[in-house]
């Protein structure tokens, strides 16, 4: 019995997204990132806060601290599913790598269990953490988004250099499936997709997901007295996805959109 504990702020079961067959997804808070397009910023802060809904204007406290048998606990209970679907458990945030020692035995218990593992990280973080992490995930989603060291650290307050030296260093050993989000204005210049191709290709990876922008999350930048700075972006036409859908296949790359 280990009584460390994990800040998480959600745990989703019966998702469909997020990996192969039916999976829960463990959502850890915290996340040494600012994306000014993110979708969860509840997510963001590495302390429990509170987000008055929109909807009926009641206070919720966000993030609770949980063991990781408390987790193990939570993701047996749909253990037939995972067997039946290909499924298992992804863990997502927030920022994985930031909670590292806690993953690290997270990780191992599901192997133990013969639960399917995947995460879902932006990069940004402790490349001793991820190797340490590594030989217990099963498929790693790895976010790319802004390739210019010096706007990359503007825009999403870290560098593009730690994002790429860990995402090398997972395609080594790793199933990688790299994310992009596709953010007008922010990740869609034709250099800054041009360079992700090449990093992608350099390590041998055929797919890769794009993610349009959208913004689901805006209320929730209310509900926690923040300002959405994207409240003018638009979201991407169905036209424009397919054009960078061609783009990128005729690079030779099998591309899905909203993977
Ligand atoms: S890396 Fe993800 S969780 Fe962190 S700020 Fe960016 S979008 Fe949000």
Redesign the pocket.
């Known amino acids: 019995m280990n009584n460390r504990k994990g800040l998480i702020f959600n745990i989703q079961r019966y998702s469909l997204n997020d990996g192969e067959g039916i999976r829960t997804i463990v959502f850890f808070k915290g996340?040494p990132?600012?994306?000014p397009?993110?979708s969860?910023p509840e997510?963001?802060s590495f302390e429990t806060e509170y987000m008055k809904s929109n909807v009926n204007g009641n206070i919720k406290t966000i993030g609770k601290w949980y063991t990781v048998d408390e987790i193990i606990k939570e993701a047996l209970k749909d253990e037939v599913f995972f067997n039946t679907s290909g499924g298992g458990v992804t863990l997502s945030?927030?920022?994985v790598l930031a909670q590292g020692e806690f993953i690290e035995e997270l990780l191992k218990e599901l192997k133990e269990n013969d639960i399917n593992t995947a995460i879902e990280t932006?990069g940004y973080g402790n490349i001793n953490v991820l190797k340490k992490i590594l030989p217990y995930v099963d498929t790693v989603f790895f976010?790319l988004k802004i390739t210019d060291n010096q706007k990359s650290k503007e825009i999403?307050k870290g560098d593009f250099d730690t994002i790429k030296k860990n995402f090398i260093e997972s395609t080594k050993s790793n199933r990688v499936i790299p994310r992009v989000p596709y953010i007008p204005g922010y990740t869609d210049d034709i250099e800054n997709i041009d360079e992700i191709l090449n990093i992608v290709k350099k390590c041998n990876l055929k797919e890769i997901h794009v993610l349009p922008y959208h913004n689901y999350g805006m209320s929730k930048y209310e509900g926690l007295g923040r300002e959405y700075e994207l409240k003018n972006t638009e979201i991407p036409k169905k036209e424009t996805m397919e054009k960078i859908k061609k783009y990128i296949e005729n690079k030779g790359f099998k591309i899905i959109i909203g993977g």
Do not use: F, K, T, V
Request: contains cysteine; aromatic residues 6%.
């Open positions: 996340c990132l600012r994306c397009w993110c969860n997510s963001q945030g927030g920022e932006c976010d999403i």
